[in-house]
């Protein structure tokens, strides 16, 4: 089944199709895009090769999840465990990154996306660093898709960072500890103009979260599949959407 048969570019006339179809089409698609090297390993390829290929898949996804009525579309592109890989496979994520910044460039202002960044850049080259907050910067007033981007991200790194920004809130006498509420601890985090992911993609198989959202994740549904990343395409995507539309969300309650 092809969802976004028709390719309707006008958002209206594709939450109309939607509509039409009784399809809930998620309003925040969050990625662990998993698999690039052993896709790589397959093909008697360097795990670099995964990456480059993984990359061009997040590229073609944007238009794919933009035209299915899609609002906020988040990927994990590198963990604060990334890291422990080897330089080399290092270096070439970190090339991946520079080449992405200055092509993301155009690509969002050709579509209207606005781009942003979760995780903590201050470990990266000043040059990326330059170039996210640019990218930010010059996409920020676009009103179509948010494309969320987690670099050098940890679920535990989000929340301590944020804990000690609202530690030294306290001490400086501009919040009181009785004041604290979940809406309050939501807006220290990275994602705080970001409403929590509806569905959550696990490419690959594994069974984890893999300290990705740790706080967002809690009411979202998830799904995962053996597919490779560098081999997802529309047609998984649908399959996963389609997933989506027969869970119950309860958020705890009873229906
Ligand atoms: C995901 O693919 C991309 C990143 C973590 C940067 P992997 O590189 O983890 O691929 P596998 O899991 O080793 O196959
Ligand atoms: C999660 O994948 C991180 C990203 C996709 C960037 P990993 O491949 O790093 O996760 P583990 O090691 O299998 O848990
Ligand atoms: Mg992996």
Redesign the pocket.
């Given at each position: 089944m092809n969802i976004a048969a028709g390719k309707c570019r006008n958002e209206a006339d594709m939450d109309t199709l939607n509509e039409a179809l009784g399809l809930k089409i998620p309003q925040h698609v969050a990625v662990i895009?998993?698999?690039?090297?052993?896709?790589a390993?397959q093909r008697h390829m360097p795990?670099t090769y995964?990456?480059k290929v993984?990359s061009k898949v997040v590229e073609d996804m944007l238009t794919v999840v933009d035209d299915l009525g899609v609002k906020y579309f988040t990927v994990?592109?590198?963990?604060t465990e990334?890291w422990k890989?080897s330089s080399d496979?290092v270096g070439a994520?970190m090339q991946l990154f520079r080449f992405y910044m200055v092509r993301l460039l155009k690509i969002a202002s050709a579509n209207n996306v606005r781009v942003k960044m979760i995780g903590d850049r201050t470990r990266f080259d000043q040059d990326i660093i330059d170039g996210i907050n640019r990218l930010e910067r010059e996409t920020k007033d676009n009103t179509g898709l948010t494309f969320v981007i987690a670099v050098n991200y940890g679920g535990r790194d989000e929340l301590t960072r944020a804990v000690r920004k609202l530690a030294a809130d306290c001490c400086a006498g501009k919040l009181e500890p009785s004041a604290i509420t979940e809406q309050v601890v939501n807006s220290y985090l990275d994602t705080a103009d970001i409403p929590d992911p509806d569905l959550l993609i696990r490419t690959?198989g594994?069974l984890r979260l893999s300290n990705y959202l740790l706080w967002q994740l809690a009411y979202t549904e998830l799904y995962v599949t053996d597919c490779?990343?560098p081999d997802f395409n529309q047609e998984e995507l649908e399959k996963a959407i389609l997933s989506y539309n027969r869970r119950d969300r309860r958020f705890g309650g009873v229906k």
């Open positions: 895009l998993d698999g690039n090297g052993r896709w390993k795990r995964g990456h993984g994990y592109a590198f963990s990334n890989r496979e994520l690959s594994e490779l990343w």
